[in-house]
Structures are given as structure tokens and as C-alpha cells.
């Protein structure tokens, strides 16, 4: 049960309406009875290290891999690693001044340097690659009706795509809006909602210069935004008769969420929680999870086919999923040492 909260403790985040239109809708069909066997420890690429030494790094909100260097925000610190595992340096420190961050919210790589969202602080701070630091931003302070806060922010079109945070009140709130380059709030997008607080993991996916993916892992739909700010229903994945049940069939997002907690007949006998969705090449590729092990599904954009991978993760924890665009990777961690390993190559 302590491996399968802190699964779910990485992937779980808010939920949105989960309807689609079949028309221009690819359909992923995937048959977890079929799956390949993957032995984690037989693909083990690097271990961590600090000074020579294996190192243990705790939760793991976030990983990005850019230009060969492993970003890793954990416990409220954000640690970038070489090509070979080895700790290079914290990017700034908690704290108050203008440099520093009460919390990490999000962090991104673009064009070679580092954001990271400070929510309680209020501010977006940018750094080089090298940990020097070139401005901060500051944030609304208040939402009104002029501007809706975010949880999530990924770059597109002269500006960003944000996740909204849901606003605590009875009902929905909108799901996704389009923020400029200097972080204000220009205006919502597509028709879709939130209606809870649960907004842990990372929802969204930049595909390429031009898309962004958006997914709610409690449901079956993966949305497109493109760069003119259109949102569509993308592809549906479907597990046959062991997708979850639709979220209109529960009161809410903490029904369905209690139930996969709970009762482990059901869960161990249904899929989903998709927490991760790449496209590399022609391959779509997400993680699920299925008898409380995770897997990762891959779908042949070009042959229709799809392909599920079941991951024999041994006495390993996983800690992350991660990507660098043309490889799979899983953080795993023993009671020693935590450990990156490359499961798919593209």
C-alpha cells in the first residue's frame, strides 16, 4: 500500500469534463492481457550520485530532461544532474528575496533557461543554465474577474498555456486559459472544467512548437491545444472493459478516487490513471496503471497499433517518469540509491 500512495501521490491531478467528439478523435484501443514483461532492473542506466557518493533525493514532483541535464525538483529544492547522474548544483534556494522561493509550484526549460513558479511567493523567477539569475516576475495577487491563477504554465504561441487552479467554489471553474509572455491573463480556453482540488501532477505535454497536450487521468481523453488556442478532443484511449467507468457515474472526483483507494477488488481490475502522455516521432506514448502495476502503452500513430509494456518494477519504488524526447526513462529508487532507467527508446 506504501508503494501504490506514493504511485498515486506522482500522477493524480484535477479532473475535467471527460466528453469527446468521435468524429476527428483517434481511438487507442489497449489490451492489458497482452502485455510485455519489462524487468526494471535489467535496463538500469546511471545511479545519482553527490561527491562520488549514491544519494537518496525523497518525492519527486517533476523531472525534465533538457540538453542532456536531469532536472529534478524534489522536497522543495531543485537539483540539476549531467548525462552520467552526477549532482551539479541547486537552481537558487528557499526563501524570501527576490532570487529565492517560498515553494516550488512548477519549474520549465525554455530556450536553454529555467523557470520556476513560486505560487505562495507570487512570482516567476528565470535563471540561466548556469544557476545565475536574470529577473523575477511578479504575479497578480488576488483572483477577480480579470485574471484566473495557475498551477501549471507551458510555453506556445508568444505566451503560455496555463492549467487553472480550481476556484473552491461550489460547481466547476475553467480548466485551461492562455497567459502572455509576462504571465497575465489574457483568456480561457476550449469549454473545459475543474471541480475539485486535486491538481498534483503535471497535466500538460508540449508537443513539438506548435501543440500542447492536456489529460485528466481520472478519465480516457488526451486534448490538443494548437498554436491558434483551439482545444480538441485528440485521442481516446480506451481499456475495453476495464476503463473506468465514466466520471458522470460519481458525485464526484473524490468518490472515484476513494473507490480506486479502497476497494482493491476494483481497482486491481480496471485501468487507467494515466499520468504521463509523450508523442515522439510517430508514436503516442502514456503511462496507466493496471493491477497496481504501472505499464506504459504505445501507439503506432502511422499502423494503428498499439503496444502495452508491463513493468516489473522488483523491490525498486518508482519515483518519476521522464523523457528527453527520443527516450523513456523511469526514476527508481532501493533503500540505498535512486537509479534512472531507460525503458523505450524511439
Request: aromatic fraction near 14%.
Amino acid at each position: 500500500m506504501r508503494r501504490l500512495l506514493l504511485i498515486l501521490g506522482a500522477i493524480i491531478i484535477c479532473a475535467c469534463n471527460d466528453k469527446y467528439s468521435a468524429n476527428d478523435t483517434i481511438e487507442i484501443m489497449v489490451d492489458v492481457e497482452t502485455s510485455h514483461n519489462v524487468t526494471l532492473s535489467d535496463l538500469k542506466t546511471f545511479s545519482f550520485t553527490h561527491n562520488n557518493q549514491p544519494m537518496l533525493v525523497g518525492t519527486i514532483s517533476k523531472c525534465i530532461v533538457a540538453d542532456n541535464i536531469y532536472y529534478i525538483a524534489s522536497n522543495n529544492r531543485l537539483m540539476s544532474f549531467d548525462e552520467k547522474g552526477r549532482f551539479i548544483t541547486y537552481i537558487s534556494n528557499a526563501g524570501r528575496a527576490n532570487n529565492e522561493y517560498i515553494g516550488i509550484s512548477d519549474f520549465w526549460v525554455y530556450d536553454g533557461n529555467i523557470y520556476i513558479y513560486d505560487m505562495n511567493g507570487k512570482k516567476i523567477m528565470e535563471f540561466s543554465k548556469d544557476n545565475k539569475f536574470i529577473k523575477n516576475t511578479p504575479l497578480k495577487q488576488l483572483a477577480n474577474e480579470e485574471f484566473i491563477p495557475f498551477s501549471h504554465l507551458v510555453p506556445l504561441t508568444n505566451g503560455y498555456i496555463g492549467k487553472c487552479v480550481w476556484n473552491g467554489m461550489e460547481g466547476s471553474s475553467p480548466a485551461l486559459a492562455f497567459y502572455d509572455s509576462e504571465y497575465n491573463y489574457v483568456h480561457t480556453l476550449g469549454n473545459l472544467t475543474i471541480n475539485c482540488g486535486l491538481r498534483l501532477g503535471y497535466p500538460l505535454y508540449k508537443n513539438g512548437d506548435d501543440e500542447v497536450f492536456y489529460w485528466n487521468p481520472l478519465g480516457t481523453m488526451i486534448y490538443g491545444i494548437d498554436d491558434k488556442l483551439e482545444v480538441c478532443d485528440k485521442y481516446h484511449i480506451s481499456f475495453g472493459n476495464k476503463t473506468y467507468p465514466p466520471l458522470g457515474n460519481f458525485v464526484d472526483d473524490y468518490e472515484l478516487l476513494n473507490k480506486y483507494k479502497n476497494d482493491n477488488e476494483w481497482r486491481t481490475n480496471h485501468a487507467g490513471f494515466i499520468a504521463y502522455v509523450w508523442q515522439i516521432k510517430n508514436s503516442l506514448i502514456f503511462t496507466y496503471m493496471y493491477q497496481d502495476i504501472p505499464h506504459l502503452g504505445i501507439y503506432n500513430i502511422k499502423s494503428k497499433k498499439t503496444q502495452s509494456h508491463k513493468i516489473d518494477m522488483g523491490d525498486l519504488v518508482l519515483k518519476q517518469w521522464c523523457s528527453d524526447g527520443k527516450s523513456i526513462f523511469i526514476i527508481g529508487e532501493d533503500e540505498s540509491e535512486i537509479s534512472l532507467f531507460k525503458v523505450l527508446s524511439i
